[in-house]
């Protein structure tokens, strides 16, 4: 089989972005760890590019080197990442819940040394946009037109690797190249404006030369609109700033728990029915 995009009807792929929370907070309730709502906050985007039509892919041959590339540079995230890989058919959804267990290739941050179709180890935040630009170089020399999609959060943006590679994209005219910051205002510590505020992203990373654009990211045909233009810019880089909220999807629940950064852990047992219950 070679490689090819998943395009599902609209209907289909909110019912989707359904199935990948219900995953997202099954898993992580289940390890009892992980990061569940900086998952959230990044599902329409990589809904969209797994089932969207954009993310050309066959899991039966991960490493084909005319496939397209989704690098996920906030690790802390790779549950949204390990649902979408399940749902496209990587492996069985029931490897799900073996999320950061003993043994298990499903690791805390990704690992492409445990689970084909991984591109990038990740977690150590700051070098996923140099790797993609790495994929990106590469296919151009090669001849090959993979597209190369790398996700950010927003407080990863203060590190410094980030902007050097904006910088050597924009000098090598990298329009395979595509950076999505899941901007949804927070980090480990607190708020991203209240860390390092580096906004507006979009006027920073166009001033190096990139194209850009800043959407509402967990508007799902916000996300189609703006992978749709990204796609079609063939002279330079392209950056979607995706401003979402942590979380998305059981907001009121975070509310109640007076906790809406809710960063690294995982709702409780009974926060877990309540959210299932939320989703529908």
């Known amino acids: 089989?070679?490689?090819?995009?998943?395009?599902?009807?609209?209907?289909?792929?909110?019912?989707?972005?359904?199935?990948?929370?219900?995953?997202?907070?099954?898993?992580?309730?289940e390890a009892a760890s992980g990061h569940p709502t900086s998952s959230l906050s990044a599902v329409e985007v990589v809904n969209a590019l797994f089932f969207g039509g954009y993310l050309r892919l066959d899991p039966a041959a991960p490493a084909d080197p005319a496939r397209d590339r989704f690098i996920l540079s906030k690790g802390h995230a790779v549950p949204v990442l390990y649902a979408a890989m399940s749902e496209r058919g990587y492996f069985a959804a029931e490897e799900l819940l073996t999320l950061r267990k003993l043994g298990s290739p499903l690791e805390g941050h990704p690992n492409m040394k445990r689970l084909p179709g991984i591109e990038a180890s990740t977690g150590s935040l700051g070098q996923g946009l140099s790797i993609g630009l790495g994929h990106a170089l590469a296919a151009k020399v090669d001849g090959r037109d993979s597209h190369v999609y790398v996700m950010t959060g927003d407080g990863e943006m203060g590190e410094g690797q980030v902007w050097e590679a904006i910088a050597a994209?924009?000098?090598?005219?990298?329009?395979?190249?595509?950076?999505?910051?899941?901007?949804?205002?927070?980090?480990?510590?607190?708020?991203?404006?209240?860390?390092?505020?580096?906004?507006?992203?979009?006027?920073?990373?166009?001033?190096?030369?990139?194209?850009?654009?800043?959407?509402?990211?967990?508007?799902?045909?916000?996300?189609?609109?703006?992978?749709?233009?990204?796609?079609?810019?063939?002279?330079?880089?392209?950056?979607?700033?995706?401003?979402?909220?942590?979380?998305y999807g059981i907001l009121p629940l975070l509310e109640e728990e007076g906790d809406l950064n809710y960063h690294g852990k995982p709702l409780s047992a009974d926060l877990e029915q309540k959210a299932l219950a939320l989703l529908g």
């Open 1 to 29: 089989m070679a490689v090819e995009a998943i395009q599902l009807g609209n209907d289909e792929l909110r019912d989707k972005a359904r199935t990948l929370r219900q995953h997202i907070i099954r898993m992580t309730t």
């Open 169 to 247: 994209a924009a000098k090598y005219q990298t329009a395979n190249l595509t950076l999505i910051v899941d901007q949804n205002g927070y980090q480990q510590t607190g708020a991203t404006g209240d860390v390092l505020d580096l906004t507006p992203f979009a006027d920073r990373i166009g001033s190096f030369g990139w194209h850009t654009q800043t959407i509402s990211g967990n508007d799902q045909d916000e996300v189609l609109a703006a992978l749709k233009t990204a796609r079609e810019v063939t002279d330079r880089p392209t950056a979607i700033v995706s401003r979402t909220q942590k979380g």
